[in-house]
């Protein structure tokens, strides 16, 4: 789960389940921001200092990924 969405702040990720890592990608694919091996299924990650826009988290763990979109919107 990702929220709010739309963001302003920060967003706040909740998984079932551990992840090798979670990374944040812009529209373009871009990775601007990840962190790997935290161990936390419960993670608020700052957005304040990125543009306005679309972007996607990416939670990867093995051979498996999810990918949730979100909005920057202030």
């Known amino acids: ?3 709010p969405n739309p963001a302003c702040a920060h967003i706040n990720l909740n998984y079932k389940q551990h ?3 979670i990374y944040i ?3 373009l694919g871009q990775k601007i921001f990840s962190v790997k091996n935290s161990g936390d299924l ?3 990650i700052d957005i304040s200092k990125y543009s306005e ?3 996607y ?3 990867v763990n093995n051979n498996q990924s999810i990918t949730k979109p979100f ?3 202030r």
């Open 71 to 73: 909005v920057i919107n």
């Open 1 to 3: 789960t990702v929220y």
């Open 42 to 44: 419960n993670i608020t």
């Open 57 to 59: 988290v990416i939670a």
């Open 53 to 55: 826009g679309y972007y």
């Open 25 to 27: 990608s812009n529209i």
């Open 19 to 21: 992840f090798d890592e």
